[in-house]
T-cell receptor
Framework: EPEVTQTPSHQVTQMGQEVILRCVPISNHLYFYWYRQILGQKVEFLVSFYNNEISEKSEIFDDQFSVERPDGSNFTLKIRSTKLEDSAMYFC????????????FGDGTRLSIL | GENVEQHPSTLSVQEGDSAVIKCTYSDSASNYFPWYKQELGKRPQLIIDIRSNVGEKKDQRIAVTLNKTAKHFSLHITETQPEDSAVYFCAAKYSGGGADGLTFGKGTHLIIQP
């Protein structure tokens, strides 16, 4: 069964540095999402992306964050000037045809800010 | 925005017994309700979902019920097995224009006692 893949599985970064998290959505999927899960808390929506532009973003997704689909397969989340509170598990997800289809999640990237 | 409350936070049942996890949502416009299972350190995995045009959906040992009037939905797992042990998250979403992100509950840690 096709899966969403994410790299790296664990990223350790110094506070203030920039980090890029990478995702390869399922190949025929059209909508892409980023969520984060702070340890022990619920999964929170960050942003959705469709047709090479942001479709929806949450209050969490401020100017520190950006997303990009640099080629036909990758979907990236960039966090500038990282803060301690950015430490979390970041999940990428994708849906097949439209925003009403089930969202399939990747295994996540654990981001640790030191 | 949408707010999803989930209860209980921890549920311990004997192997073979049934487990019920309940969620309430605040936005009456929400019409899509998925349930995800997350094992330790793994991705949230979609196990069942329901749309607001039906009141119940079943898939083998798993069922979900929806009460639109009361704005609550429940996950039912029958004949529980050790591999059912995990954290279960409910979520809600409005499947309409511009609404992409899932709003998750805080999760229920289901423990199956042998």
């Amino acid at each position: 069964e096709p899966e969403v893949t994410q790299t790296p599985s664990h990223q350790v970064t110094q506070m203030g540095q920039e980090v890029i998290l990478r995702c390869v959505p399922i190949s025929n999927h059209l909508y892409f999402y980023w969520y984060r899960q702070i340890l022990g808390q619920k999964v929170e929506f960050l942003v959705s992306f469709y047709n090479n532009e942001i479709s929806e973003k949450s209050e969490i997704f401020d100017d520190q964050f950006s997303v990009e689909r640099p080629d036909g397969s990758n979907f990236t989340l960039k966090i500038r000037s990282t803060k301690l509170e950015d430490s979390a598990m970041y999940f990428c997800a994708s849906t097949e045809k439209d925003r009403n289809q089930p969202q399939h999640f990747g295994d996540g990237t654990r981001l640790s800010i030191l | 925005g949408e707010n999803v409350e989930q209860h209980p936070s921890t549920l311990s049942v004997q192997e073979g017994d049934s487990a019920v996890i309940k969620c309430t949502y605040s936005d009456s416009a929400s019409n899509y309700f998925p349930w995800y299972k997350q094992e330790l350190g793994k991705r949230p995995q979609l196990i069942i979902d329901i749309r607001s045009n039906v009141g119940e959906k079943k898939d083998q040992r798993i069922a979900v019920t929806l009460n639109k009037t009361a704005k609550h939905f429940s996950l039912h797992i029958t004949e529980t097995q050790p591999e059912d042990s995990a954290v279960y998250f409910c979520a809600a979403k409005y499947s309409g224009g511009g609404a992409d992100g899932l709003t998750f509950g805080k999760g229920t840690h289901l423990i199956i006692q042998p």
